[in-house]
């Protein structure tokens, strides 16, 4: 899998937009991008995911450059219960088998009230 | 509530003891997989299973043994373990060949003494 790189933290007001990035230069044709975060001792928890195309669910939005070289995500309206760590993650989609998730270190955003 | 539980949820034993963590999962998926958070490192993939099969095995110590005795459970089988396997080890589960999306438990705190 290609590895992306983050910002280690980000700080957001309540109620703003929160727009995290991540970079993933080296990212295959046949991989897309997945995004998950942690709540603070809590096991993480899947967002969004999209190969080139914009994508938008009830949780966030993601936002996939044209270059497929970097992305962002977007969390339109931040609450505090948005507080974790941000994972941005590239991997094959394929149709079979199983394999684990590779996790980086991540974005630690704070929600400021 | 994300259909996967995992018990127990705290958990301290000596050097020489042999304990268990339980998995299950609520979702009808098909592959399970075991990770361990350590202190301020990322979350590592320990194994895999699909389908009931090991498919992976990251050169985790043999001190921990996973079974998965049908696609709703899995167990990790933990015997003299050393104070550096104190962690936070979580279970997660996925539907291959329809979805990549993972779906975790909220994890084990393990206290090795």
């Known amino acids: 899998d290609a590895k992306t790189t983050q910002p280690p933290s980000m700080d957001c007001a309540e109620g703003r937009a929160a727009n995290l990035p991540c970079n993933h230069s080296?990212?295959?044709?046949?991989?897309?991008v997945y995004w998950y975060r942690q709540i603070h001792s809590q096991g993480p928890q899947y967002i969004i995911h999209?190969?080139?195309n914009n994508e938008t669910n009830e949780m966030a939005s993601l936002i996939i450059t044209e270059d497929r070289k970097s992305s962002t995500l977007i969390l339109p309206h931040a609450t505090l219960r948005d507080t974790a760590v941000y994972y941005c993650i590239v991997r094959v989609n394929s149709g079979g088998g199983a394999d684990g998730l590779t996790f980086g270190k991540g974005t630690h955003l704070i929600i400021q009230p | 509530e994300t259909g996967v539980t995992q018990t127990p949820r705290h958990l301290v034993m000596g050097m020489t003891n042999k304990k268990s963590l339980k998995c299950e999962q609520h979702?009808?998926?098909?592959?399970m997989y075991w990770y361990k958070q350590s202190a301020k490192k990322p979350l590592e993939l320990m194994f895999v299973?699909?389908?009931?099969?090991?498919?992976e095995n990251n050169s985790v110590p043999s001190r921990f043994s996973p079974e998965c005795p049908n696609s709703s459970h899995l167990f990790l089988h933990l015997h003299t373990l050393q104070p550096e396997d104190s962690a936070l080890y979580l279970c997660a589960s996925s539907q291959e060949l329809v979805g990549r999306e993972q779906f975790f438990g909220p994890g084990t705190r393990l206290t090795v003494l």
């Open positions: 080296t990212i295959s044709g046949n991989e897309y």
């Open positions: 299973y699909s389908l009931e099969e090991r498919v």
């Open positions: 979702l009808g998926h098909n592959a």
């Open positions: 999209g190969l080139k």
